[in-house]
């Protein structure tokens, strides 16, 4: 089955404790991207990654790294998370994104609270 | 500014009855135009899209939507609702900004179909 998963599912942790959230998908798709949603905000890019070794900024990078040594992942890293980055994260990948010609697939989501 | 716009946080429907989930948008140059619906504790789905051509385009779960150059819409609608339509709708237009295409995302429109 064609999908994005995501894991974990539910993260708790404390300030300032490293975390990973891991990104794979099974589509051979060369965009990847994360997003995070927030109430009354929509979807707003974090990163984004247009193929191996290629990865930029989206809208509301700080606080966070990737990096794209496969095709298939594309893990999310909060070096030092603060409880401004708790929130609703979403991993999507589609076919090619340069144009958004091609329909993004989510992963289901991480829902990260830093305390 | 380049942004796309969901005017209503919640559309309340009876089940039987149409729908209607409007957006409407400001971008520069012919738009890209999307929606995605999101289900509890999933991630976003993609349902139709509108590059080029007929105004009105038909997507999954028998949704479609009525892009409007005109009055810059792009309206979600449905003839007939269902209680399982009940979920969280999001728009979403192609921009060009900053020397690359960017997904921008409304904040969300909640669909409530009562039985």
């Known amino acids: 089955e064609a999908q994005v998963t995501q894991n974990p599912r539910y993260l708790i942790t404390v300030t300032g404790k490293k975390l990973t959230v891991t990104c794979s998908q099974n589509?051979?798709?060369?965009?990847m991207s994360w997003y995070r949603q927030d109430p009354g905000l929509g979807l707003r890019q974090i990163y984004y990654s247009m193929n191996v070794e290629v990865t930029d900024k989206g809208d509301v990078p700080e606080g966070y790294k990737v990096s794209r040594k496969e095709k298939r992942n594309f893990p999310l890293i909060l070096e030092s998370p603060s409880p401004n980055q708790t929130s609703l994260y979403f991993c999507a990948s589609s076919e090619k994104g340069s144009s958004y010609n091609s329909p993004l697939h989510f992963g289901n989501g991480t829902r990260l609270t830093v305390t | 500014a380049q942004s796309v716009a969901q005017p209503e946080d919640q559309v309340n429907v009876a089940e039987g009855n149409p729908l209607t989930v409007k957006c409407t948008y400001s971008?520069?140059?012919?738009?890209?135009l999307f929606w995605y619906v999101q289900y509890p504790n999933r991630g976003l789905q993609f349902l139709l899209k509108?590059?080029?051509?007929?105004?009105l385009v038909k997507g999954s779960y028998g949704f479609e939507a009525e892009f409007n150059k005109s009055q810059t819409s792009f309206h979600l609608k449905k003839p007939s609702a269902l209680v399982s339509d009940s979920a969280l709708y999001f728009c979403?237009?192609?921009?060009?900004?900053?020397?690359?295409?960017?997904?921008?995302f409304g904040s969300g429109t909640r669909l409530l179909v009562r039985p």
């Open positions: 589509m051979n798709h060369e965009y």
């Open positions: 509108y590059i080029t051509g007929d105004n």
């Open positions: 979403a237009v192609r921009a060009w900004m900053d020397s690359s295409y960017k997904l921008i």
């Open positions: 971008v520069s140059g012919n738009p890209y």
